[in-house]
C-alpha cells in the first residue's frame, strides 16, 4: 500500500557529496517513520537515519553523523538524504524505508519496517 522509490545514487570520490531522493506513495498514516538503511557487498544491512512524520524527530547511526542529513519535504511525500564528506566505506546499496507506528525507535533499532524501496547504488572511490 505504500511505495517507495530511491533515486540519486551514483559514483563519487571520497570527501564528495551525493543527495538521494525517496518518493513514497500510495495509502497515508498519520503517524510514522521513514528512513534509510544501507547494505555493502558481504555485510548486513544496516540503520542510516530516520525521520518521523512531523520532521521532529531524527536519528543517525554513529558512522554517518555530522555527515549525512536526512530530510523532508513538507508534505513528506519525498524524503532525501544529503551525504557529505563520503568515504570508500559508505559504498552500499541505499534503501528507503517506511515503519508505521508512533515512535522513530522501531526503526533505529531495526525491530521491523513495514515497506522497502529497492535500493540506489552508492559508489565511493578512494
Known amino acids: 500500500q505504500v511505495q517507495l522509490v530511491e533515486s540519486g545514487g551514483g559514483l563519487v570520490q571520497a570527501g564528495g557529496s551525493l543527495r538521494l531522493s525517496c518518493a513514497a506513495s500510495?495509502?497515508?498514516?498519520?503517524?510514522?517513520?521513514m528512513g534509510w538503511f544501507r547494505q555493502a557487498p558481504g555485510k548486513e544491512r544496516e540503520f542510516v537515519a530516520a525521520?518521523?512524520?512531523?520532521?521532529?524527530?531524527?536519528a543517525y547511526a554513529d558512522s554517518v553523523k555530522g555527515r549525512f542529513t536526512i530530510s523532508r519535504d513538507s508534505a513528506m511525500s519525498t524524503v532525501y538524504l544529503q551525504m557529505n564528506s563520503l568515504k570508500p566505506e559508505d559504498t552500499a546499496i541505499y534503501y528507503c524505508?517506511?515503519?508505521?507506528?508512533?515512535?522513530?525507535?522501531?526503526?533505529?533499532?531495526?525491530?521491523?519496517?513495514?515497506?522497502w524501496g529497492k535500493g540506489t547504488l552508492v559508489t565511493v572511490s578512494a
Open positions: 525521520i518521523n512524520w512531523s520532521g521532529r524527530d531524527t
Open positions: 524505508a517506511f515503519d508505521r507506528g508512533y515512535s522513530i525507535a522501531p526503526m533505529t533499532q531495526g525491530v521491523a519496517v513495514d515497506y
Open positions: 500510495g495509502r497515508s498514516f498519520s503517524t510514522y517513520t
